[in-house]
Each structure stands twice: as C-alpha cells, then as structure tokens.
C-alpha cells in the first residue's frame, strides 16, 4: 500500500447508454471528439492515476469541459466510475453500502463549490452548521464549532444574515466555513474561487493558504487558471478531454512540459517567480565553490534575481536553512532556464 | 340509401337494455358499498361541519380581528388589511355572513385535503420519472374533463350532500398543486442537492432541508391556485348540495332574483380577492429569502 492518502487507480467515466461498451472503444484509443461523434457516448475520464499525498494541496488544472468536476466527484463518490477505484486511507470508496458513504463523506470530506451552492433559506450561521445539524450533533456544541470558523474566514457579525445579502466573495467565506466546520481531513474545492473578482480571488486564495499552514488538510483543488494552480498547489495534475496529460510539482511543470498542450499552459507564466533555488540546482560535483553566492534553497529565483544581476557571481551555492551546502547553480544555466 | 343517411345506431330496445344494466349493476355497487364508503368519509365531514360550526358561531368581530391578523401576517400590507376589512364589512351588511362562513368553511376543508392528498403525490412524482409518467395523464383528464362529468358517478354513489360536493371541488382544484409541487422539486439547483449530499444528508434529510424549503414558493404558487379552483367549483358544487354563496346564485338564476344574484355574486368575486391577495402576497413574501433558485 503506497503511502498516499488518496491513491485513484485506472478510473474511467463514461458518460450515456453503455458505458461499458464505449470504454472498449476508448480503451482502444478513440479520443473524446470521436466518441461523442461516433458512439454517442461522453468521455468523462480516462485512465486516471493519482496518489495524493497527505496534508497537501493537489490542484488539477485543465480546461473547461476536461473532467475536473468529474474527477473530483469521484473522491467522494457524487459520480460513480465506470471502472476503477478510489481508496482513501486505504478504504475503498466503491465498496461502500449506503450508510458507509454517508458517514465517510461525514467525517473525513467536505466540499466546496464553485457557484457556492448555500441554502438561500438558512442564514450564514445556519449554512455553516449544515454539516454537523445532518450529524444531530448537539445544538450547543455545533453552535460553537460554527462560530468558531465563521470568525476564521472574517464574518463574525454576519452569522443571521442570508447569503443573498452578501457579496460573492463573502458567500464563498461561507462555504468555506461550512466546509471547515465539517472537519474532515479532506477538503474538496471544485473551482471554489472561480466565480469572484480577482481582487477577493487572491484574497481568498492568502485565507485558504494561511488555513493550510495551519491545519494541513489534504485538499483537492480544482481549477482553470494556471497562476492560481502555481500560487496553490503543491503538486498540480492538468486534465484535457479526460485523459491526465502530467502530473507533478508546478516547478516540474513549467521545466519539462511532456505535451502541448501543458507547453501552451506554461508558456506565459513568469517562471521566476515560481521556480525555487531547489528545483534547478545541480549536484555539487566537484565545482568551484570559491566565489558561488550562497543562496537558499526555498528562495523563488525573482527573490534572489537581482542580487545575482548586481553582483555578477559566475555561480550560484544552494544551500538549507542550516547553511549546508546542497547544491549548485552556474548563472549560465540560470539565465538559461528565464529566458526559454 | 337509409345507410347513408341514417347513422348505424344501436337498436333501440337493445340500447335500453344496456343501459338498465349499467344503471343495476352500478345501483348494486352503490347499495353494498355506499355505507362503508360514507364510513370512510365520515372523519372528513366532521372536519367540515367542526369549520363550518365553528366559523359560523364564532362573534363576528373576532372572526374579524383573526382574519386581519392572518392578513397581515400573510402580507404585511396595511393597503390589503384595509380592504380586506371593507371587504367583510360590506358582507357582512348586506346579509350574506353565514353563506361566506360555508363557503370558507369548505375552501379550508377542501384545501388541507389537497394539500394532505396533493403534497405527498407531487413529492413521489418528483422522485421517479415512472409515477410522473402515471400521473401526469390521470392530472390532464382531471383538468380537461368538465365537472359535470364527474358529479354524476359521486352523486349516484353518495347521493347528494357535503361530502360529495367536497370530493367533487378537490377533484378539480388539486391538480395544480400536484404539478408545481412536482415541478418545483425538480427544478431544485443541482448544486445544493450535491452539497447536502456531500454533507452526507440522507434521503429525507434532503427532502425537509433542502428540497421542500427551496420548492416552497413553487409549492406555494400551486396552494394559490388550488384555493382559487377550490373556490370556483364550490360554487358549481352548490348544484349537488353544498351550502354556501353559491347556493343564493344558483335561486337567483332559477328565479330571477336580480339584485339577490348580483350581492351574492360580489359576495364570491370578494372573498376570491382576497383569497388570492392575501395567499400571492404571502407567496411573495417567502421568496425574498428562498427564491428557488440558488444565490
Ligand atoms: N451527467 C453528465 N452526462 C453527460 N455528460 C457529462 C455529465 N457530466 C459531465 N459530462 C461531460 O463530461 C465532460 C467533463 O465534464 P466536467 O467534469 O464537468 O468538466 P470540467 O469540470 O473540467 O469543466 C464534459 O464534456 C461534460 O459535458
Ligand atoms: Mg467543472
């Protein structure tokens, strides 16, 4: 057993009347458009493989229409495979009965929505302790959990308003209350932050970051936009027409795209600001260290960027926060990697 | 040439036969099952008179001060409590207060029928597309068939009264309520129906805090209707023997009561003003927090 805490093993999803039937078909190599074309059937996954590590954030990025939702939805079963399997800490979810599904997605997942998905007829307090009201925990108890997170997410006096009566933004701190209210160990946030303006966007984004630092869920992210997959995610999937093209941590990513499509993604991303010291450095190997700047290893290359132009170093000497050296980093290669 | 000319209609002496018949064999089955089939009923006759006795002895002006409370409860409009009042002043003056308490008596009757019979069957509807299949037909023939159609087998079963006038005016009025009870569930957004179920709400969980509450306007705008058909075939049913303002309107016609008719029926376009006034704006009222849709 790997060691994963979500692990999706060969899941596949087809969308009509025969779904068994039509993933032959795909299984022999028919690609989405010709599915849909010829055999009437939607491909919704194909042979999705994914660990996902505990108490990290895993973003899966593609476009619209790719499978995000699709996928997502098969961790806490909303959408069952067609084949395959989910298994969170080791317990399949498709074995489940009824009443097991309902008390794992009770206590170990709760989800976020993109359109925010709150009851208009409960108010934001009421929203917020949804979860644990369907769990007949007691009123008290749940009360104080609620008012708990209500202040987290910066909506203390709001708790009798209705969610009509807030901005986007402040529905969606609601959702995300709900959800953390729940407390189960996984977050699920299907384009939880595509919906608001950019400006909430990335205020949502430094809350939802500074909530991890502190509780280390493990969250499945889902998004289209690839500087926020970049700013989230400590390892990023990309999905397109339901087949995952790659998968790894975003420095990965934008060094080595394996298709064109992720090629197209990255292309215009500022590179310096995503890359870290660690993810480009070579072994030491019998460089000369001599005159290396010594830099650390967690340092994004535009934090360091202009004490390397100011001073001119032939290299660079990666080193821990401990000051060990660990590795090695010629400018030549670094000015390399910023101009592709 | 006679064929041409004559349509190929059943003899006569033949077509007599067939019809005594029916008429026997129906007249038995009224005879063995007309007991128990009143029996069944008696529970919803008593419900009736209770109303009707009630409403009918209680001192006018606290009927009054009820009914405007409910007004304002119901639409929070002082415009609509004042007509409202003159409304009941002007019935009440012209003589015709214990014909409208029938009259509500038996619209109240009637509309917690439909909604006791017309809720759960709009809610079964809206979980499996086969009941809807079902049902759907059985709810065009009851909106298309005249009513007078159907009066006659009730008549003939139960002979006329109450009880027969009261199956006859939820036959007709519950419909609506059926179908946008129906409608109102499945429109519910998917999105909060895989959030309570992310939750892990059950089935019922789901029902009570999820879909019901975000059906309720639609819901609500079917109990409008249903008061307002209810209304209309009280006054038909006053034919079969339903007391009430339709009874005075049926006399008139018969008599040519000229100014008697025409109270009376001011009497009904009343109290349907009001009825609908008062249940639209309450209808309103709910929607401000729970439009159907999601926010
Ligand atoms: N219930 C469904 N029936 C048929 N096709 C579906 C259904 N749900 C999703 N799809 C299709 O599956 C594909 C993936 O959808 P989705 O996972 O929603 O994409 P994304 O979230 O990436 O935009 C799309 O082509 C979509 O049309
Ligand atoms: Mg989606």
């Known amino acids: 057993m790997s060691d994963a805490k979500i692990q999706i093993k060969n899941l596949y999803k087809i969308f009509g009347k025969n779904p068994k039937t039509a993933m032959e078909y795909v299984k022999e190599g028919v690609g989405k458009d010709e599915l849909l074309e010829k055999h009437n059937h939607v491909l919704g996954l194909k042979d999705i493989n994914l660990d996902i590590p505990e108490r990290s954030i895993q973003v899966v990025m593609g476009l619209s229409g790719s499978g995000k939702s699709t996928l997502i939805r098969h961790i806490n079963r909303l959408i069952e495979p067609t084949a395959g399997s989910v298994t969170i800490d080791g317990d399949e979810v498709l074995k489940m009965n009824e009443e097991d599904l309902r008390s794992f997605r009770r206590s170990k997942t709760a989800m976020v929505f993109q359109r925010f998905a709150l009851l208009p007829h409960k108010t934001v307090l009421q929203n917020t302790i949804f979860g644990l009201h369907i769990q007949k925990i007691d009123d008290e108890t749940a009360k104080k959990s609620a008012l708990r997170w209500i202040d987290r997410v910066g909506l203390s006096g709001y708790e009798d308003k209705y969610p009509q009566h807030l901005s986007g933004g402040m529905q969606q701190r609601v959702g995300l209350a709900r959800a953390l209210t729940n407390d189960g160990d996984i977050l699920l946030m299907d384009e939880a932050f595509s919906a608001l303006d950019p400006l909430i966007r990335k205020d949502m984004q430094d809350i939802l970051l500074e909530l991890q630092d502190e509780l280390h869920k493990t969250v499945v992210f889902i998004t289209h936009d690839l500087d926020e997959a970049l700013k989230i995610g400590d390892r990023i999937a990309i999905l397109k027409d339901g087949i995952m093209d790659q998968e790894g941590i975003p420095a990965e990513i934008l060094l080595n795209p394996q298709t064109k499509y992720v090629k197209d993604f990255v292309e215009d991303v500022n590179r310096a600001r995503v890359i870290k010291a660690k993810h480009i450095m070579d072994q030491i190997n019998g460089q000369d260290l001599n005159n290396a700047m010594p830099i650390n290893q967690d340092e994004f290359i535009d934090r360091f960027i202009d004490k390397v132009i100011a001073e001119k170093p032939d290299s660079l000497l990666i080193q821990d926060k401990d000051k060990n050296n660990v590795g090695f980093l010629s400018s030549k290669k670094l000015a390399e990697i910023l101009k592709r | ?295």
Do not use: C
Not at chain 2, 163 to 176: N, Q, R, S, T
């Open chain 2, 1 to 295: 040439m006679d064929f041409l000319t004559k349509f190929p209609e059943m003899p006569n002496k033949e077509f007599r036969e067939m019809k005594k018949g029916i008429d026997a064999s129906y007249k038995d089955f009224a005879r063995e099952w007309g007991d128990l089939i009143d029996a069944m009923f008696d529970p919803l006759l008593k419900m009736l008179v209770f109303f009707e006795k009630t409403l009918v002895a209680t001192p006018w002006p606290i009927f009054m001060i009820v009914l405007l409370g409910l007004t304002y409860w119901g639409s929070r409009s002082i415009k609509l409590v004042i007509g409202t009042f003159l409304a009941f002043v002007f019935i009440g003056y012209f003589r015709m207060w214990d014909e409208t308490m029938s009259t509500i008596a038996i619209i109240l009757t009637s509309v917690i029928m439909s909604v006791a019979i017309g809720l759960p069957t709009g809610i079964a509807m809206s979980r499996s597309d086969r009941t809807q299949k079902i049902v759907t037909p059985i709810l065009d023939i009851m909106q298309t068939m005249p009513p007078f159609v159907y009066l006659i087998p009730i008549v003939m079963l139960m002979g006329i009264g109450k009880i027969p006038g009261l199956i006859a005016v939820v036959i007709y009025a519950i419909p609506p309520l059926i179908r946008l009870t129906n409608l109102g569930i499945r429109e519910v957004d998917q999105e909060a129906l895989e959030a309570a179920d992310a939750f892990g709400a059950t089935k019922r969980q789901k029902l009570f805090q999820v879909q019901l509450p975000l059906a309720l306007p639609t819901i609500f705008a079917g109990i409008n209707q249903t008061i307002m058909m209810a209304l209309a075939m009280v006054i038909i049913a006053s034919m079969i023997g339903v007391k009430g303002l339709g009874q005075p309107v049926l006399q008139s016609i018969y008599n040519q009561y000229f100014t008697k008719g025409v109270l009376y029926g001011l009497a009904i376009v009343i109290v349907a003003i009001v009825f609908d006034r008062v249940s639209q704006s309450y209808g309103q009222r709910i929607q401000k927090h729970r439009s159907g849709k999601l926010v």
